[in-house]
């Protein structure tokens, strides 16, 4: 049967499904590189033995299977930012098949292994725009689809507008296109609903809690009280959180060079504009609730140690900023010298941005159970920072601590991932600035 006379729901679930997209990827980005270069530089097919030959090369090999294996990882990262709140996947696909193409070069040239640059370019090229071409086809059939089990407080996904929302009329999975299941599973939905959730897992669908749902399309925690019903377990995984670590002494190390230039021509940017010290110091409340000294760029013509709230604060139009410094706070670089706190491990480079210790207090006598958020160690860039930017008065701090607190709560590498890609964005557009 041909394609224009696929149903609707099938059409649908072929081009969301994995083996669409492995295929799709497979042909333009892997296979179709190798044919084209193997004709021009092959012999042009002329004998089966040069083609071959060329073929075989250990270049032609490893760069091949490198490709192979930096394409299959970006299709998961892609995949499972899907499900990452406000997440445009398609501002997401060069920025990841880069990052993964980058890292095989990066592999290939550490190890002296040999590779064939223009197959990996072409290889790079042809994901890319596959990728883009599966993206534009899911576009036209409608992004994730959300099937509303009737009971219970699931009423309160259909208030979002992010996303298709329809209600399930009997408790069946025939007809059902590729889709999420939402469900209040907290309530008394009945023997036949039951079985349905319990039959859709097994068979590979997601099935979400309503809440689950309502975080993942905004981004936020709902916070009425610090529970374990709203939370899960109160402690973030501690295996990541050490794996974390590692992973950001390895960056220290990458990024240390290029950070030691770039401090250096700030710092003479800092001395001619305005007289005063090169570094910033002030104490912020960190990781466990346990204060340390930060360490910036000078932005102000005269800073203060954080234990005064007024000062604490900067508005859009703070007259302490200089020139130079209002630059680096647009691109961010006045953030800089908390790399040698993140070797100290008092910072990520990810996590809930560290507040003054006169602001903290502040907030934690406005706020219940704001504390919460020093579960994880502060980070340069968060995902506060990234949706919401630079705050200051107690109404938006509440808007704040909900994203902070969903990332203590959905605390991974794959949301790390994303903040990272919308943190290079920040620094281009300025965002939150202040």
Same mark, same amino acid.
């Given at each position: ?24 990827? +497979?042909?333009?980005?892997?296979? %179709? ?23 075989? &090369?250990?270049?032609?090999?490893? $760069?091949?299977? !490198?490709?192979? +294996? ?6 998961? =990262?892609?995949?499972?930012? *899907?499900?990452? @709140? ?25 190890? /002296? ?53 329809? #209600? ?7 007809? %059902? ?17 039951? *079985? ?5 897992? #097994?068979?590979? *669908? ?27 377990? %109160? ?15 390895? +960056? ?5 060079? =290029? ?5 250096? #021509? ?10 005063? @010290? ?24 005269? !800073? ?24 680096? /706070? ?6 800089? @010298? ?6 100290? !491990? ?26 919460? /958020? ?6 340069? $860039? ?5 949706? &919401? ?5 107690? !109404? ?18 794959? %949301? ?19």
């Amino acid at each position: 049967m041909s394609a224009p006379f696929l149903s609707p729901i099938v059409r649908r679930g072929l081009i969301h499904s994995l083996r669409f997209e492995l295929a799709l990827v +497979f042909f333009c980005g892997l296979a %179709l590189p190798l044919l084209m270069l193997a004709f021009a530089e092959g012999g042009r097919f002329k004998s089966f033995a040069v083609t071959y030959s060329w073929l075989n &090369q250990s270049g032609v090999i490893n $760069s091949f299977i !490198g490709s192979g +294996f930096a394409a299959l990882a970006s299709i998961i =990262i892609l995949r499972r930012m *899907r499900y990452l @709140p406000g997440v445009a996947v398609a501002r997401s696909i060069l920025p990841v098949f880069a990052l993964a193409f980058g890292l095989l070069l990066g592999a290939i040239t550490g190890l /002296r292994l040999e590779h064939y640059n223009k197959l990996i370019l072409f290889c790079f090229l042809g994901s890319v725009i596959a990728r883009f071409a599966i993206t534009a086809m899911r576009n036209r059939s409608k992004g994730l689809l959300y099937y509303v089990v009737p009971g219970g407080r699931s009423e309160v996904v259909f208030q979002l507008r992010s996303a298709p929302v329809f #209600i399930l009329k009997e408790p069946t999975l025939e007809g %059902l296109p590729d889709c999420a299941i939402v469900a209040d599973l907290h309530a008394d939905l009945g023997g036949e609903w039951e *079985r349905f959730l319990a039959e859709a897992a #097994i068979s590979g *669908r997601p099935v979400y809690h309503y809440k689950h749902v309502w975080e993942a399309e905004t981004g936020k925690v709902q916070i009425d009280h610090l529970s374990e019903n709203s939370f899960g377990a %109160l402690v973030p995984s501690f295996a990541y959180q050490k794996l974390k670590r590692g992973i950001d002494l390895i +960056f220290v190390i990458a990024m240390l060079p =290029i950070v030691v230039v770039l401090l250096v #021509i700030c710092a003479i940017m800092i001395k001619r504009d305005s007289a005063g @010290p090169v570094f910033f110091r002030q104490w912020r409340m960190g990781y466990r609730g346990r204060a340390f000294e930060v360490l910036k760029l000078r932005t102000m013509s005269h !800073g203060h140690n954080g234990e005064n709230r007024e000062l604490s604060i900067t508005s859009s139009e703070d007259q302490r900023i200089t020139k130079v410094g209002a630059l680096l /706070r647009r691109t961010r670089l006045d953030e800089l @010298p908390q790399i040698y706190n993140i070797i100290r !491990g008092e910072m990520s480079w990810i996590g809930p941005r560290p507040e003054a210790i006169s602001l903290s207090e502040w907030y934690e006598g406005e706020i219940p159970f704001y504390r919460y /958020r020093h579960m994880v160690r502060p980070g340069i $860039s968060g995902w506060a920072q990234v949706n &919401q930017g630079h705050v200051a008065e107690v !109404g938006a701090v509440s808007e704040k601590l909900q994203y902070d607190f969903y990332y203590v709560k959905n605390l991974s590498y794959w %949301l790390d991932i994303l903040i990272a890609l919308r943190t290079v964005k920040v620094v281009f557009s300025g965002f939150g600035a202040k």
